[in-house]
């Protein structure tokens, strides 16, 4: 069974303030996606990295993914509240299963 | 609008009761999977299918089941309903084998009472 660890579980800080989520796995993945969901409503995909050490950037937030493919990283800088939502990472195998991490909640304060 | 649709959006029924839920995936994508999100819990995934066929299965109760319609729209049923039934449902769709992008739908949010 592969397992996706995302710490911290929660995460509250002020508006401006930068922070890093994290996503671990002793498992190799063919890729891994990043996704942010608001209460009562379906997760939205934010990225998806292919490539072990590939950097991708989306406005404030820069994603990772590890030289082995195991571990991701998601950096925010300057959070603002309209970051506020769980972050959800999901790793993929060849076989086309995905597995989810239980997710990071993030609460921006203005 | 991820162009993945679910019905309903909310339901509201007893234990012992069941439900089915419908899902629409975005127009040319043959997978659909199904996901429970309960309160305080991540997405535990329940089935997939990939053009009519099962595919995968995950941590599927014997008392819930799916299938994958002609058309590629899919329903879950779920039966003799129990009070830690009440969740989120999520389906999503994925393009295709040459990608593990999933788009997710709304969700119906399922309340047993």
């Known amino acids: 069974t592969q397992l996706l660890e995302q710490s911290p579980q929660f995460l509250s800080i002020q508006e401006g303030e930068n922070l890093t989520v994290y996503c671990n796995s002793s498992?190799?993945?063919?890729?891994l996606q990043w996704y942010r969901q608001e209460p009562g409503e379906g997760p939205v995909l934010l990225v998806t990295?292919?490539?072990?050490?590939e950097v991708k950037k989306l406005k404030r937030l820069t994603f990772q993914f590890g030289d082995a493919r195991k571990d991701s990283s998601l950096h925010i800088t300057a959070a603002q509240p309209g970051d506020t939502g769980l972050y959800l990472c999901?790793?993929?195998?060849?076989?086309?299963?995905?597995?989810f991490g239980d997710g990071t909640t993030l609460t921006v304060k203005p | 609008d991820s162009g993945v649709t679910q019905t309903p959006k909310h339901l509201i029924t007893a234990t012992g009761q069941r439900v089915t839920l419908r899902c629409s995936p975005r127009?040319?994508?043959?997978?659909v999977y199904w996901y429970q999100q309960s309160l305080d819990q991540g997405l535990q995934f329940l089935i997939q299918?990939?053009?009519?066929?099962?595919?995968a299965k995950g941590n599927i109760l014997e008392r819930f089941s799916a299938q994958q319609f002609p058309d590629l729209h899919s329903e879950l049923n779920l039966s003799s309903l129990e009070l830690g039934d009440s969740a989120l449902y999520f389906c999503?769709?994925?393009?295709?084998?040459?990608?593990?992008?999933?788009?997710f739908g709304p969700g119906t949010r399922l309340t047993v009472l």
């Open positions: 999503a769709s994925r393009p295709g084998e040459g990608t593990d992008t999933q788009y």
């Open positions: 498992s190799v993945f063919s890729s």
């Open positions: 990295v292919v490539t072990g050490g």
């Open positions: 999901a790793g993929a195998t060849n076989a086309g299963k995905s597995t």
């Open positions: 127009s040319g994508d043959l997978s």
């Open positions: 299918y990939y053009n009519g066929e099962e595919r």
